[in-house]
């Protein structure tokens, strides 16, 4: 993972895009026991706006001999899905991650409470289940949380869920 990490700093090095940040399950990972995940998700702010966002990142990667399965870019054995910033939510998420390091390499990962705030809002099966773990295993800062999901409009959602399953 730490080749893949390198190979994802390089394109905020190069220009390609202008900020990035682990999401998803590896995101998850960070912060709780470990869970199910199949590939690395990497939100990202385009340096550019363009209407294909993507072929940047994937024209370099291709042109330095990584190949594409699917929606992922094989990086050093790694399936990783770039995700642009598609929200403000998104955005802010990735503005405000926190800097970690994995092994050697220093990344960015998002912070729980915007993680959790992205799972309430996709909400899928998984993200519930998710949200269930790391509310019983990580150390949520509970008002940020609360003022991150009042200001996206997902405090009621994620009260009424909570209140269903706690």
Excluded: W
């Amino acid at each position: 993972m730490e080749k893949t990490l390198k190979i994802i700093r390089e394109l905020k090095e190069k220009g390609i895009i202008k900020e990035f940040a682990i999401g998803g399950g590896i995101a998850v990972l960070y912060y709780v026991e470990p869970l199910l995940t199949y590939d690395l998700d990497i939100f990202f702010i385009p340096a550019e706006e363009r209407i294909d966002i993507l072929c940047p990142i994937y024209n370099y990667l291709k042109a330095k001999g990584y190949q594409s399965r699917r929606e992922h870019l094989m990086l050093e054995g790694v399936p990783v899905q770039f995700i642009p910033a598609y929200n403000d939510l998104i955005e802010e998420a990735v503005l405000n991650s926190a800097d970690v390091n994995y092994g050697r390499v220093k990344t960015k990962i998002l912070c729980l409470e915007y993680l959790m705030a992205i799972m309430v809002e996709t909400f899928r099966p998984k993200d519930k289940e998710r949200i269930i773990k790391i509310l019983g295993e990580a150390k949520v800062d509970t008002r940020k949380l609360e003022k991150i999901l009042k200001k996206y409009g997902l405090y009621e959602r994620y009260s009424k869920f909570k209140a269903d399953v706690l």
